[in-house]
């Protein structure tokens, strides 16, 4: 098990810069994946991106491509999504989850995810 906390969410307006966190409470493996997922009002929880523990991969879903951007940080057993050019679309609660193996083809699923962070709210305004 794996516990994950969150933060770095913010309100901001259109066009703005967050960069979010998620800190585990282990170190990862090589072949963790980390995924980021949002959740906006009456929607479902979508995934944004992912990235295997290791860096050498990484996924992207389409609506953010080229804007968000999922790093990590062995030293200090961290995650970090660089959310650029943002629009009100991107509005939601952001969470990090975990999931051992790889990410794979299904790493947009949250069913694929075994442990998740509290959850940071992003809200952008136009």
């Known amino acids: 098990q794996v516990q994950l906390v969150n933060s770095g969410g913010d309100s901001v307006q259109a066009g703005g810069s967050l960069r979010l966190s998620c800190i585990s409470s282990?170190?990862?493996?090589?072949?963790?994946?980390i995924g980021w997922f949002r959740q906006g009002p009456k929607k479902e929880r979508e995934g944004v991106a992912a990235?295997?523990?290791?860096?050498?991969?990484?996924y992207y879903a389409d609506s953010v491509k080229g804007r968000f951007i999922t790093s990590r940080d062995s030293a200090n057993n961290a995650v970090y999504l660089q959310m650029n050019s943002l629009k009100p679309e991107d509005t939601g609660l952001y969470y990090c989850?975990?999931?051992?193996?790889?990410?794979?083809?299904?790493?947009?699923?949250?069913?694929?995810?075994?442990?998740w962070g509290q959850g940071t709210q992003v809200t952008v305004s136009s």
């Open positions: 989850a975990y999931m051992s193996a790889g990410c794979g083809a299904y790493w947009y699923r949250p069913r694929e995810y075994t442990d």
């Open positions: 282990r170190s990862y493996v090589s072949n963790d994946c």
């Open positions: 990235q295997v523990a290791s860096g050498e991969v990484t």
